[in-house]
């Protein structure tokens, strides 16, 4: 056998030098993809519960939404006790103003006491048949209505005590219908004071 050369020795260690520096780099690399798969796996892992959380907190804005709109359509919505409280103001302003029941009533009243009341009865008595009579017919229809006015506005502002817990009455309900109540308070009593003959009475026939 021949005797290896210096530049064959060098050739030789360098090979196995390269080849040693691969394998260090092979292990490397191997030890290296543990690492990066575990990383890899560690984001996912984030991104599942990032979407589980979102998802949870839609459930729950969902579920918020459902429960209000079950509350809205189970409990009262004040439509019916506003809507009370509206004619409870029409009542009374009715009572005040006239109607047309009124005036036909009293238009009847008239012509019965012209039919009932002969020409030769007295002054006194014809005003009374024909006027006071008539008069005495609107001022009961008048409290009438005063009436109504002022039992639909207490029936209202007295409803929430008899409704769910934990519901208040709107305040524009509450403000009309003490409306409601007042027109009424004044219109029953003007009603009863021209009734008696207290307010307006008929003149003096002497």
Same mark, same amino acid.
């Given at each position: ?34 690492? @990066? ?160 003959? @207290? ?8």
């Amino acid at each position: 056998m021949g005797t290896k050369t210096a530049d064959e020795t060098g050739a030789e260690t360098g090979a196995e030098a390269t080849t040693d520096e691969e394998k260090v780099s092979v292990t490397k690399s191997a030890d290296d993809v543990p690492e @990066a798969a575990a990383a890899d796996g560690a984001d996912t892992g984030l991104v599942a519960e990032n979407a589980d959380d979102t998802e949870n907190a839609e459930d729950l804005e969902g579920d918020a939404e459902l429960a209000g709109d079950l509350a809205e359509s189970e409990g009262p919505t004040g439509v019916g006790q506003g809507a009370a409280a509206v004619v409870s103001v029409a009542l009374g302003l009715v009572s005040l103003t006239g109607g047309w029941i009124g005036t036909v009533a009293a238009a009847r009243e008239t012509l019965v006491g012209q039919l009932q009341t002969s020409s030769t009865a007295s002054v006194a008595k014809q005003v009374k048949e024909v006027y006071g009579d008539a008069w005495a017919t609107t001022a009961l229809w008048a409290g009438l209505f005063a009436l109504a006015a002022l039992v639909t506005g207490v029936v209202v502002l007295a409803r929430p005590a008899f409704g769910a817990p934990g519901r208040p009455q709107a305040p524009w309900i509450k403000s009309v219908a003490w409306a409601g109540v007042a027109l009424g308070v004044i219109g029953l009593l003007l009603a009863v004071l021209k009734y008696s003959d @207290a307010l307006l009475g008929l003149p003096s026939t002497s």
